[in-house]
């Protein structure tokens, strides 16, 4: 239950994030396109664009001493999976104009088809990824 309650808030507030920066700044929340515009030109509001991924990098440590435990989280330590899958995360990026949070929390909620196709490719990739690690490559 610890888990869902925890899930719930952090989903809230990702909702939260996403309306407050659209009301403010009229921007959607995609962390590819926040940090892609941090690199060289830099866009010229960088500045909110890096206090954001910041803060992407001081939660788990925020959240660590606020909740006395450490998040979990699980990653391969195979290097090889790590980089090509990092490559392939960011080629899906380009090719689809923006990422999950981009287009699976803001897009969808604007009833965007461009998002509502994008999101279904990522999940699909998704499904089939988990299937092809777990049950063919037996990781």
């Known amino acids: 239950m610890h888990d869902f ?15 407050l920066l659209m009301a403010t700044n009229g921007s959607i929340l995609g962390i590819s396109g926040i940090a892609s515009r941090l ?7 960088w500045q909110w664009r890096l206090a954001f991924i910041t803060g992407i990098f001081a939660a788990p440590p925020l959240f660590s001493l606020v909740m006395d435990s450490k998040p979990t989280i699980e990653i391969t330590s195979n290097t090889s999976l790590l980089v090509i899958g990092g490559f392939l995360v960011g080629l899906g990026t380009v090719i689809g104009n923006g990422c999950t949070s981009g287009h699976g929390v803001c897009g969808l909620s604007r009833l965007s088809i461009r998002s509502l196709i994008a999101t279904g490719v990522f999940m699909l990739f998704a499904f089939a990824t988990v299937f092809i690690t777990r049950h063919m490559l037996g990781a």
């Open 5 to 19: 309650i925890m899930a719930l808030l952090g989903g809230a507030m990702i909702g939260l994030a996403a309306v």
């Open 39 to 45: 690199m060289p030109p830099l866009s010229t509001d």
